[in-house]
């Protein structure tokens, strides 16, 4: 058995193995095992914390010296791949139902509609399952990357006016004309 290696060139072999690719790190990971660990992969996972299996497929790939193509990464679709015309029906029912920032300071649209009468409209008018479409948080945040935001539409206010000046102001122009033909008899 080889001898273990210092903790130093431990954490060496780990941030070298961390600032790879994935292809690139399987070959060093073999290499390393090989090298250091007997082609024990148990030991590897032990020394440098590295996963059984990918130090397996990294010593196979040494072994038939090709690369093994990556499976397939699983998880759950997407809404968009699911359904794809969920992002035109959220559209078509709640474009009538908003309207853009009065002062076009944002491109964000105020909807008047909540993420739970969305869903409630498309079961209603575009004949959805409840099942099949997104939790309402999920709806919430649907709404939020489409760019919608939930306030209440609001009419532009007028532009306040800049205030008049009292005659009791000093700094009044009329006032201190007035003042100064009064004090000149």
């Known amino acids: 058995m080889l001898p273990r290696p210092d903790q130093k060139t431990?954490?060496?072999?780990?941030?070298?193995?961390?600032?790879m690719n994935r292809?690139?790190?399987?070959?060093f990971q073999a290499q390393v095992v090989l090298d250091h660990c007997n082609g024990n992969t148990s030991q590897a996972r032990i020394?440098?914390?590295w996963d059984q299996r990918t130090?397996?497929?990294?010593l196979l790939e040494k072994k038939k010296g090709k690369t093994i193509a990556d499976q397939q990464r699983s998880g759950r679709k997407c809404f968009s791949m699911k359904l794809p015309k969920l992002k035109k029906d959220i559209r078509s029912l709640v474009d009538p139902n908003s309207q853009t920032h009065p002062t076009f300071e944002n491109t964000f649209r105020y909807t008047r509609m909540t993420?739970?009468?969305?869903?409630?409209?498309?079961?209603?008018e575009k004949s959805y399952n409840k099942e099949e479409l997104p939790a309402l948080s999920t709806m919430r945040e649907l709404l939020?990357?489409?760019?919608?935001r939930l306030r209440r539409v609001q009419k532009t206010k007028p532009q306040k006016k800049s205030p008049k000046q009292?005659?009791?102001?000093?700094?009044s122009p009329r006032l201190t004309s007035e003042a100064a033909k009064i004090r000149k008899p």
């Open 23 to 27: 292809i690139e790190r399987r070959r």
């Open 55 to 58: 130090t397996r497929k990294a």
């Open 10 to 19: 431990i954490q060496t072999i780990r941030s070298a193995a961390q600032k």
């Open 47 to 49: 020394l440098f914390g």
């Open 115 to 124: 993420a739970n009468a969305v869903i409630e409209a498309l079961i209603r």
């Open 166 to 171: 009292t005659p009791s102001s000093p700094t």
């Open 144 to 148: 939020g990357k489409m760019g919608y």
